[in-house]
């Protein structure tokens, strides 16, 4: 796969796009409503096949809302669901994008839970808002972007430790 644009009707922000081209590591989220964004993975830098924007170090990645640069802190992905969690900072205030389950992540705006988000890595994009949770145009399209860009959801640790042990067995 090199580039999916998906046509999304979301129930806050109406109809969006989100392109992912694994490729180039881009993933753009755009829509009437919504602040564009564009997540990018620095040219020359060697694609990771199971990260769909191809990198989580922060060092090699660029995320603009509507052409400004704004901070994007992935974690390094390593045993516990907290390490594959995605910090965007911008404007003094703090989203998260946290696996909470297997095949989900939940949004966070300043530590308040907004939705679940689900995408496999194929540029295909679901969300739950959580009734009472007012998302705004950015929580929309950060969501999107953070879940095309970098997935969702992970095993949890005893799962991870017992394919480890199974491995070591004849």
Do not use: C, N
């Amino acid at each position: 796969m090199t580039v999916t644009e998906s046509p999304v009707e979301d129930t806050v922000s109406g109809p969006l796009t989100v392109r992912l081209d694994t490729e180039r590591g881009e993933v753009v989220v755009e829509g009437e409503a919504v602040p564009r964004i564009v997540l990018r993975r620095a040219a020359g830098t060697e694609a990771e096949e199971h990260i769909p924007v191809g990198t989580r170090d922060g060092g090699r990645l660029t995320l603009t809302v509507d052409g400004e640069e704004v901070g994007v802190h992935p974690a390094k992905g390593r045993l516990t669901r907290r390490s594959y969690a995605v910090e965007v900072r911008r404007a003094g205030q703090v989203w998260r994008l946290v696996p909470d389950s297997i095949p989900s992540s939940r949004l966070l705006r300043d530590g308040r839970r907004l939705g679940e988000f689900s995408s496999e890595g194929d540029g295909e994009v679901a969300v739950d808002w959580r009734p009472g949770a007012t998302p705004e145009a950015i929580d929309v399209a950060l969501g999107y972007a953070l879940a095309a860009g970098f997935g969702t959801g992970a095993q949890p640790m005893w799962m991870l430790v017992a394919d480890a042990i199974g491995d070591l067995l004849p």
